[in-house]
């Protein structure tokens, strides 16, 4: 009886079905991890997508406005410095580099003082009756009145008016001969001023159109700030006893500081740019026969577009931009003081 002997399978048969098995596997898993890598590169994308969003588009909404700027505000005063480094002329244009030669000739001028001095002058007349007329307007506004909302446009009326037509009519009334002014002055027996003639007389009359233009926009500014002060404070005061003028003068004032600085800075700004009532004073508009007017801007004006020399005008041009930088950086001081210390 004889026994067979199973015959077992060449291994290298068996190693290379097992390394073709092993790479069939490896092949699916590669596979397997193809379709899963898209989403996550694009939800990668998309969250630096996001996050550029979120850094990058605050700069994009606020681009126009910068660019605006750089056009029409930061280009023209890097440029009027260049021209006030050099002798320009309106018809020649640029001539040579002269440096600070046309700010020493402006400043060494008589013209330029007067100018300022009238700027100045004006600016007093104007911006102290003006704030003072505003706040009291301002408060009457803020009573419970009829109409109220009719008041408060018509407060508002005379800023609406074009500068020249105002000028026109303040120009008529305070004429020397046949204004009503002194028509007015001559019936109650007193002596005609001259309101051309007199300097300090014409610094009323300018100051006048300025406070008429600008007393009720300034009234309106302080009405918004103060119908913001907590109605619980003024209950309080009259619980205490505290009177209408007191509560005024102790809580509204206070409450007010930062607002009152804001138009006290503006109306200086103003003043200090102060050129069409100046201009339309009279029918020549230079600022009297004896410059008795002339504020900086005539001054500005006459040196550059009746002289022709753009070299000292735009000198005077950034001087004036000096001045008012640093009123500017008066207001920046003074309103972060009151802003730190707070109403008491």
Do not use: C
């Not at 020493?104 to 008589?110: E, S």
């Not at 003006?130 to 800023?159: C, E, N, S």
């Not at 409450?255 to 009152?260: A, E, F, K, N, Y």
């Amino acid at each position: 009886m004889s026994v067979s002997t199973p015959v077992p399978a060449p291994p290298s048969t068996s190693a290379a079905e097992g390394g073709a098995g092993r790479a069939t596997l490896g092949a699916g898993s590669v596979a397997g991890r193809g379709p899963g890598s898209g989403p996550r590169e694009r939800s990668r994308f998309r969250l630096r997508l996001s996050r550029l969003d979120t850094t990058g588009s605050p700069y994009l909404y606020i681009a126009p406005f910068f660019i605006l700027f750089f056009v029409t505000g930061l280009f023209p005063l890097v440029y009027t410095g260049w021209v006030a480094l050099h002798d320009w002329d309106q018809i020649m244009g640029q001539g040579p580099f002269v440096g600070l030669q046309n700010f020493a000739d402006v400043l060494a001028g008589r013209s330029f003082w007067n100018a300022l001095t009238n700027t100045v002058s004006i600016f007093l007349l104007s911006s102290v009756p003006q704030v003072l007329a505003a706040l009291a307007i301002a408060g009457l506004l803020d009573h419970k009145l009829r109409a109220a909302t009719f008041w408060r446009m018509g407060v508002l009326l005379p800023y609406v008016v074009a500068p020249v037509a105002v000028a026109l009519i303040f120009s008529n009334l305070f004429a020397d001969r046949f204004g009503l002014i002194n028509t007015l002055l001559g019936t109650v027996g007193l002596d005609p001023v001259g309101w051309h003639s007199d300097r300090f007389a014409s610094h009323v009359a300018i100051a006048s159109m300025v406070n008429f233009r600008w007393t009720g926009y300034n009234a309106l500014i302080l009405l918004a700030a103060m119908q913001a002060i907590p109605r619980d404070l003024y209950e309080a005061a009259a619980i205490d006893g505290a009177g209408g003028l007191r509560r005024f003068v102790s809580i509204t004032i206070p409450m007010l500081r930062p607002t009152m600085i804001f138009v006290i800075i503006t109306s200086t700004i103003g003043g200090l740019q102060i050129f069409d009532e100046a201009k339309m004073y009279d029918q020549f508009g230079r600022g009297g026969s004896d410059g008795q007017w002339q504020t900086l801007t005539l001054y500005l004006y006459e040196l550059g577009w009746n002289r022709a020399d753009f070299g000292r005008a735009s000198a005077v041009a950034v001087l004036l931009f000096v001045l008012i930088v640093l009123i500017g950086l008066v207001n920046f001081a003074v309103s972060r003081r009151i802003a730190s210390q707070g109403p008491r």
